[in-house]
């Protein structure tokens, strides 16, 4: 990797800096850490300001004391340069509420916080390779001060942090150190706030938990404070994640003291879809009410693929003579066909922003290509515990099953974070360890999935997780816990009430039913079905089904469901631990051995894979029809059945083989 490529650099003279950035380089590599090289803070107002540097700049690592290197001809220039720089993130600090807990600047001298390197000094040390003598130099002992140049480099590089959350600088709980961790920037993250390809449609994919929302939020608030008159549309699947996205950008808008009002006008939130009579209840909603094109309610076709192909041509007939937004940003991108994104190309008048979970896509895109060719591929998860992370990936993909479900290239493996190894008829798949919050007892947690097989009381397993989680962590609040049903039965919704009305009993605490509240509430358990959880997190993500099925759709749910959590999830099933074998050894090998161990697919495997995605992208409906087409059903029976099977069910189950098992019950009866 090119040296510039390892951390983010954006000062006057990179060239003359050459030997510098390659040592720096080299203690990135050391520390695990980020390493930012700039002369001027990163976000407006501040990036516009001329400073007084002579090309001098600051070198940032959290944790670390802030480094000013001196370019300068005289012995002023550095120290106005400081000066001017301190001002403006005690301003900045003021600003955003932090001045009450780092104190002011020269406090910062006075604490050591600030450390000054003559270019030529810092060059010494580069051509040595003095990596420890540097380290030492610029080393800070105590766990406060650490916690203090964090929040200083966070200012810096224009990170949004919350006063209101971060209230300590020496956390006690493991609860408190995860609430109250301080978000910095990688560098890829960086990229994708300050920097942008010169083309309409930007991609961004990154695994879940690698901070896409929160990025999408800062590049908001950039684009929306650059022009009074500026529209932009935020939109996504579902509509439990659209009132999500909405308080939390109204909540981190605040955060970041935007006094600039929010209008629905200028900055549009809603789910995709929508409805006739409210054109802001969705984005296709808007578009057909802004161009007076005809609207297609969600039942009119059998796909929103097929709505927006009849939005796209009915525009291209209409012709296009004022674009509905400037700018348009998709979250959960890869819920979407091409057709949506090429809808949103053709209202926006500069750029589209797709964001999505490049392991979720690469489930449903045929062509690798069109992953490769994203703009900024996020692969470090900071939201969820690697282990957890390889254990959530292997279960959704099968691998530590006979049958694999689905397999990764090694080039895809890449592009999601992996390290491949095949040695003896194995592949060893390996994550690159990194710092999530900094602290040994978090960034090592024992543990991090538990599995409770050979359930016969699904609610009675429940609550005793909940009981454990109370007594390990007595801090821990309702909104701390995620309670997701896997499967798609009835039943399950009775089964939400009863634990609902235990949850209560038990602890006094009160729940939310999100499939019915569309929201989250965070002093509430949050309790759902697969639909409704998307893009939200939890300290612990509690996983339940009746029993693991190999359908790809569900799996790959499960990956998604068991990557929610900041601590510990937890999957509790009705299956046998004979029946688990394979995963119970798969799972302690990643625990114990922080990798993978599987085997590739032969090619005839591979081709069996295949058409199990192919088989996957078939809709619940369509498969329902190739299975009475097998058992050679007659048109009304079939009708008779569905019928039955949804007021059983509750909905068409989308796999084939289970559709299989429901409908030989039927037809044995029917005959």
Known sequence: MDNKEN?????????????IISFLSEIKNKLLSEIYMIEKP?????SQREYNNENSYMVLIPGKKIIFVDCSDNDSGIEDYKDEILDDISEMAGVLGFKNLIGRPKNWEQDGLIETFNVRELLEYAQKRNHDEFLNRIDLGNIGAQRKSQII?????????NPNIITKLVPVSVLEKVKQRIILFDLDQTRFIYNDPDKKVIKVQGLSGTGKTELLFHKIKNLYLSSDNIKIALTCHNKVLANTLRERLINF????????????????????????????????????????????PFNHFESFDITCKMAIEDLKNLGIEEYAFDYIFVDEGQDFPDSFIALCELVAKEKVFVVGDIFQDIFEKEDINKIVEADFVLKKCYRTDPKTLMFAHALGMGLFEEKKLNWLEDREWELCGYTVEKKNGEVILKREP??????????????????????????????????????QYPDIEPGDIGVIFLDND????????????????????????????????KDAVFLSNINNAKGLEFSFSICVTKGIKNDLRYRNSLYTMLSRSFLRSFLITGDSEEKLKLILAGLRK????????????????????????????????????????EFQIESEERKVIKKLIIKHRGSLPSDKSELRDIISKYTDVWN
């Open 490 to 521: 009835r039943d399950i919704y009775e089964m939400i009430s009863k634990l609902e009305a235990k949850i209560y009993n038990e602890f006094g605490w009160e729940s939310n039913r999100a499939y019915i509240s569309k929201k989250n509430k």
């Open 42 to 46: 990163l976000h407006s107002p501040y």
């Open 153 to 161: 480099v966070s200012l810096l590089i224009g990170v949004a942090n």
């Open 434 to 471: 990194i710092k999530r919050f900094g602290d040994e007892e978090i960034d090592n947690i024992k543990d991090s999935v538990i599995i409770y097989y050979n359930s016969k009381d699904l609610i009675g397993d429940i609550i005793g997780v909940i009981k454990k989680c109370k007594e």
């Open 590 to 629: 990643v625990m114990e051995e922080f990798c993978i161990v599987t085997k590739e697919p032969t090619e005839e495997e591979k081709e069996e894979i295949k058409k199990l995605q192919i088989e996957a992208k078939k809709s619940p409906d369509e498969n329902f029809e190739e299975v009475c087409d």
């Open 7 to 19: 951390f983010f650099i954006k000062i006057s003279d990179e060239k003359k800096n050459s030997q």
């Open 253 to 296: 808008f605040n955060l970041a003291k935007v006094t600039k009002q929010i209008k629905q006008e200028n900055l549009f939130i809603a789910h995709a879809w929508g409805t006739a009579t409210n054109p802001f209840s969705g984005l296709y909603s808007y578009i057909t009410n802004f161009y007076r094109i005809p609207f297609y």
